[in-house]
């Protein structure tokens, strides 16, 4: 079975730094990647997904996330996070069975 | 609707007494989620409904839990006497399966007492 790895469980960061959060996947075959996030008091929803083609996707709000296929990896990034950024952040695989599997989470706190 | 819908919002129970949730997914989506959310932590899995397939319950806590779907349409998570662990956030998701993005509702918060 497929399972996701979050590394970071919270992440505290000033504006304006760089922000990379990790995640890893065990699977051997095809999968779909995604990254969700959940703002305070907000429901998740999609912050980018990769199904195949360019390794390096964006998604809303100048967040990219790279997929580096021979270290199962989809590593979450932003140049310069912002005060509004503060969320929760979930990585997600889904696989040819059709089911979606997240990992634990990763909090970041952005402070002002 | 356009989205995943969840009745109710917030529930308050008292502790022994049985509860149904109740999601209404996108309509067209064959799969079907349940996770539950404790506060401060990440989501746990709770079962996988796809198509007419056997549902996934690999990741229902104990027997008190149970859900049913009709169908691709509405899905009911019951959990029978509940306890004060039970206490969460549940949330339903759905998707096209084949793509795997996952809509997600408000959830339900449950509370009991």
């Known amino acids: 079975a497929q399972s996701v790895s979050q590394h970071n469980h919270h992440v505290i960061l000033s504006e304006a730094a760089s922000l990379e959060l990790g995640c890893n996947y065990s699977y051997g075959g095809t999968v779909n990647l995604f990254w969700y996030v959940q703002y305070p008091g907000q429901h998740l929803q999609l912050l980018l997904k990769y199904f195949s083609g360019d390794p390096l996707v964006k998604g809303i709000k100048g967040f990219e996330a790279e997929f580096i296929k021979s270290k199962f990896s989809f590593n979450l990034r932003k140049p310069s996070v912002q005060w509004s950024d503060t969320a929760e952040y979930f990585c997600a695989v889904n696989t040819n069975a059709g089911k979606s599997t997240f990992g634990d989470g990763t909090t970041l706190t952005v402070k002002p | 609707g356009a989205g995943v819908s969840q009745s109710p919002s917030n529930k308050v129970t008292e502790k022994g007494k049985d509860v149904e949730l109740r999601c209404d997914p996108i309509?067209?989506?064959?799969?079907l989620y349940w996770y539950r959310q404790r506060l401060g932590q990440g989501l746990e899995f709770l079962i996988y409904f796809q198509g007419n397939s056997a549902p996934d319950k690999s990741g229902l806590p104990s027997d008190r839990f149970s859900a049913e779907r009709t169908g691709e349409s509405v899905s009911t998570l019951t959990i029978q006497r509940t306890q004060q662990e039970d206490s969460a956030v549940y949330l339903c998701?759905?998707?096209?399966?084949?793509?795997?993005?996952?809509?997600f509702g408000q959830g339900t918060r449950l509370t009991v007492v």
């Open positions: 309509s067209g989506h064959t799969a």
């Open positions: 998701a759905s998707s096209l399966a084949r793509l795997g993005e996952a809509f």
